[in-house]
């Protein structure tokens, strides 16, 4: 669970999202059956994401993710690991939880990340 200090340990500034104007794609592969949960981002920056989905993934987990935000060209396609998960006592119903991105499919999805919370950090500054 995170907590004040993750706030000093965190090397890039995260940008809230507004939910419903932003979609994510989780897949988990490597199971019998590939498993594929369609959620909501909360908040991004260049290091990772905080989404919710239906079911919590665990901790340690890697997954790919698509995620679309508002003005961007196209998804953004990059694999992450799930750092944590809200206790479902504190969140119920879907549930939230933080990802660190691990690497990008390509040079221009990391590009579109970086460009989309660029233009967010200056709409917001202005």
């Given at each position: 669970m995170p907590g004040k200090d993750d706030q000093?340990?965190?090397?890039?500034e995260?940008?809230?999202?507004q939910p419903m104007y932003t979609s994510v794609i989780a897949r988990c592969l490597g199971q019998d059956d590939d498993l594929e949960m369609l959620g909501h981002i909360y908040d991004v920056s260049e290091g990772g994401v905080r989404i919710e989905l239906d079911e919590a993934l665990e901790p340690g987990r890697t997954v790919t993710l698509q995620l679309e935000?508002?003005?961007?060209a196209a998804a953004i396609?990059?694999?992450a690991s799930v750092v944590w998960v809200h206790d479902d006592q504190d969140d119920p119903g879907p549930r939230r939880m933080a990802l660190r991105f691990t690497e990008f499919t390509s040079a221009p999805d990391r590009h579109r990340l970086v460009d989309y919370i660029?233009?967010?950090?200056?709409?917001?500054a202005a």
């Open positions: 000093i340990r965190r090397k890039h995260r940008i809230r999202v935000f508002p003005g961007t396609q990059a694999s660029e233009r967010e950090r200056g709409r917001r």
